[in-house]
């Protein structure tokens, strides 16, 4: 295939400066780089994976969709078509496109009650900045986020999501998108808590956290080889029920609510709350949605429209803030499972947008690649993007056979799979390494994660990378100058100073100004090494020039050494007078002795 | 005087790490400085200088007062505190403090024709702002305004005004803000242009255009020894003429009003406006404005009144942005005159900040040093800040005397004077040096100059200084790599990878993809020669950390050379596995050797 395709392009491009090659045309539609060599084993190991993953990824849809204040039929169909996509587009086998607890929170602070449409609107259009960021190379936009902000963002995340899931866990009502206004909102509502949820939740979470650590045991010998057969067939068992716990917790905790039910003899057709101590998911339509446009009006039973714009201003900043979240979600992910390659972000929010364009055709709400899924689907041995197909058809074999199922599922561990699953997000462990490493990195890190609760997030994530730009201009306006006393091979003391970064605008009149006062403290000749200056601007060579000027008025000597031609080439801009560069130590003596003279034929013609 | 208070600082702190000692205080009240030396000579000059700044100063501020919206006595009062304060705290001897251009201009686009109060009050904030950012040392700010920016600022600012003054020099009436505002306003009200006020200015930005190149004209030889008495008074004479252009300009200008107002017989003492063919200031009220609190709060005849926060909210985001240009302005000048000492930014935000709280006691609306000012104080042989006292001293006398004289002044002329002194604001000859130095430096300052004209100023400032900055981040996200291959004295070849600048979170990861790519490339091992990297962070160490476990998981080499002891702690920080640092180019065989022996070691170990 491609062979046939290089024929076709070779056809289509004759000349060989095109844009249009295979190679191009592979980096933006990668299954065209991986699926040429694609074998049976590949097949294979993308069909476990798919298969684990799609039973993880249904329970966790439908709970980060109530985490979104939507209906949880929306996660379900937010879960398949950008799956299905995400197989042509992406270049990371471990990433599974879908609802996310970051982007769930994200979503629920945006569209604040506003509803699955709005939900449906929000996606849409956070596909399409994606995509436009994507087109126009936006891309390294997330590098400006650095480690701590990171991680206290998603620390700050993780904290909100517990908390917005404690009204589900013990059965009250409560609202909020910050801390502060979340708590509130619990502790007024507290007295009303229903000892059914809370039990059942706790168990629930008790449960997954059990399983997930037995997962990670290992019986027998260190060495898999010497292992028994039982042996391996255990701790394969082991690992898959600790891989399936969600869905073992959940299938479990139905069962038990379809006993209950049935035995209360509910007519679950019917809309009615069923007479149980803890609440249940309910009725989900069946069958998949129908395709088609977000709606860009709404009308109201009463007769009012409202119209796009309007829509948009309803849903506010988020709309810019939440296409950037997914995507630092997405390249987190990409980054950890690269095994060093480099990652294509641009590629990256192409493949992101259009998922997610795809999806808000099926009224589904944003999503992105999920940290706890990618574990999951690498665990499983996957080997190409390829298992996003299979965990796609079984979400749609999902919708398709299994709503009268999912009625029966308690609210109660849906909160407990997002709580088990995002309290290990809150990252305690990394304030000890970068305490290690560089203290003052904590500042932006604890800004980040205490703003985020309590400030609305992206207003903590803006404080956070504020901080951090901040402390760049810092570095860039305030270089370090050695300056120490050197002896010319003639035995002629003179002042070395070093400045360890380039001179621009911010710098240059500090640099100037060090410079100015230790020469008139010293008296003596002034060299500056100019070995690390790798750049310079207009700013930098106006002040140099004055620097030239001044030292030429009081007679006191100014070389610059080992100055890069780039660099004089812009100081040579303002043309300044008695600039005079060497690019060898042994050069001084002579410069020195050539600068005397031409002193003294200035100072005779002075004189005259 | 100095030994005194040397020894009342000894007596009040017996311990030597006392902060209240003399130098600290004469730092920041630096009449302390050159007093104790001020000697006969340097009176006379700084009264020479004084009294002829002092005669510039009269007209001009008078003439900055109409462009700022405000009637001409408020000007005035502007022009005799400020100064004053300025000779005990101002550093810089040409620095004459009171109304300019830039400022006026803001007031008005602050004020927009909200009147005398809140000018006063805008004086007054402008004061605590500037004083506030003193304390807490937000002097250094002002390093992050490039010099295209600022030219593109101030060439923008030259145009508005002489666009804003063509209105008093034609006799119409307009308004606006923005150059558009001002063009559609003049355009409607150009048919009603007065041909007296139209001619009459014309005629004085003629002369003063013709007297300040006379100024500039020197008779006889070149050497000033050689010329006779006769060549030397009369280039005396014609600087004098030149320099008191605009004095002589409004004396002749209102001399001829005021025989035209008497040939008509016209009553000075009433409200009416005389019966000539060009407009006069009018009245101006006798004597010293009186000294009280600028009023927090204002009560209209209709009995409502506005508080303060009102008020400050009517004047909007001008009041953050004005003390900021004010102290661009006088930076800029002391930076000019500053005969390449350090100036102390800090220091002069306190004295511009504690001038214009001053200044706003005396009902004058913001100030701050003026250039056109400054350039008079220097020709004029200033030797101290001194000059300020006999400078304010003649603008009392004025006030106390010569209001009625000040009747008869034409407001053509006082744009005149505006009109003449501002052209040569427009830095048109900037341009060739930027464009020779760093072209890219344009984009910069031409954005600030149309943002200037087109936007409000202070959102084009913002722009310039954003582009700026971005380029600053720019930079740090994305430093230079050479990558050479290299030989080891035993003949090995490696990979020398030498990146330009510092690692940190926006480029580190930037510089690992640029790595790896080639590593994998060339199948080499890896040298990264760290001689320009001043700094990292943990991001870096993060990043760096990772890339040797991928280095190490290939089994290919990566040592890292030349690495500071402070870079070294922090990547050990997050404690790195099999990371490598040497010092000097012979010991890389040795090392090459080790780390085979060690890849032996392992590969032994996994074969077991």
Avoid at 16 to 38: D, E, G, H, V
Avoid at 97 to 110: C, D, K
Avoid at 248 to 276: A, C, F, K, N, R
């Amino acid at each position: 295939m491609k062979e046939k395709f290089q024929e076709f392009s070779t056809f289509l491009n004759s000349n060989s400066k095109t844009m249009f090659t295979y190679k191009t045309i592979a980096k933006r539609l990668p299954i065209l780089q991986w699926w040429p060599n694609y074998t049976s084993e590949d097949c294979i190991g993308d069909l476990l994976a798919g298969i684990t993953v799609g039973l993880t990824l249904i329970p966790q849809s439908m709970a980060y969709s109530a985490l979104a204040g939507l209906p949880p039929q929306q996660g379900l169909y937010g879960s398949f078509i950008g799956s299905l996509m995400y197989v042509f587009l992406g270049t990371c086998k471990e990433v599974p496109m879908g609802p996310t607890a970051i982007v769930s929170l994200m979503t629920y602070n945006t569209l604040h009650g506003l509803g699955p449409v709005y939900g449906t609107l929000l996606c849409f259009l956070t596909g399409i900045i994606q995509l436009f960021m994507g087109v126009v190379g936006l891309g390294f936009l997330i590098d400006f986020i650095s480690g701590p902000v990171n991680s206290g963002f998603t620390s700050a995340v993780a904290i909100l999501i517990v908390t917005s899931q404690i009204k589900d866990l013990i059965g009250i009502k409560a609202a909020g998108t910050t801390m502060s206004d979340m708590i509130m909102s619990i502790s007024k509502d507290i007295c009303n808590f229903k000892l059914g949820d809370t039990l059942f939740g706790l168990i629930c979470i008790i449960v997954i956290l059990l399983l997930r650590r037995i997962a990670l045991c290992q019986i027998g010998p260190k060495d898999n080889n010497l292992r028994t057969k039982f042996q391996k067939c255990m701790n394969r068992f082991m690992w898959l029920i600790g891989t399936f716990r969600n869905s073992i917790v959940v299938i479990v905790g139905s069962y038990v609510s379809y006993l209950y039910i049935s035995s209360e003899g509910h007519d679950v057709t019917s809309d009615d709350i069923p007479p149980i101590p803890f609440k249940v998911v309910g009725k989900i339509p069946s069958g998949l949605p129908a395709f088609g446009l977000p709606q860009f009006s709404v009308t109201y039973d009463n007769g009012t429209t409202t119209e796009f714009f309007e829509m948009v201003s309803k849903i506010g900043s988020g709309v810019i803030v939440l296409p950037i979240i997914g995507l630092i979600e997405t390249i987190s992910i990409c980054k950890t499972f690269a095994d060093g390659k480099p990652v294509d972000a641009t590629q990256e929010l192409l493949a992101t947008g259009l998922c997610n364009i795809g999806n808000s055709f099926f009224h589904a709400y944003p999503g992105s690649g999920s940290f706890s899924r990618s574990a999951v689907t690498a665990a499983s041995g996957v080997r190409t993007p390829m298992e996003g197909l299979y965990a796609g058809v079984l979400v749609i074999i999902a919708l398709l056979f299994c709503t009268p199922y999912l009625y029966y599922i308690p609210k109660s561990s849906l909160a407990a799979i997002i709580i088990a699953a995002v309290i290990f997000m809150v990252e305690v462990r990394v304030v000890r390494p970068i305490y290690r490493s560089k203290k003052s990195d904590l500042i932006p890190g604890l800004a980040t994660f205490f703003a985020c609760l309590v400030l609305p997030l992206e207003i903590g994530v803006l404080i956070g990378i504020g901080l951090n730009l901040v402390s760049i201009l810092y570095h860039a306006a305030r270089p370090k100058l050695l300056i120490e006393v050197h002896k010319t091979r003639d035995g002629i003391n003179y002042l070395m100073v070093t400045p360890d970064r380039c001179l621009v605008f911010p710098s240059v009149d500090y640099v100037r100004n060090l410079v100015m006062k230790h020469s008139l403290k010293r008296e003596l000749p002034v060299v500056i090494d100019c070995s690390h200056i790798y750049g310079a601007d207009f700013t930098a060579a106006k002040v140099i020039e004055m620097l030239t000027q001044d030292f030429s008025k009081r007679g006191q000597a100014l070389f610059f050494f080992n100055l890069k031609p780039s660099v004089v080439a812009v100081f040579e801009g303002v043309q300044p007078k008695g600039f005079i560069t060497f690019y060898h130590r042994h050069d001084l003596d002579h410069l020195f002795q050539r600068w005397k003279e031409q002193r003294r034929q200035i100072e005779d013609q002075q004189a005259d």
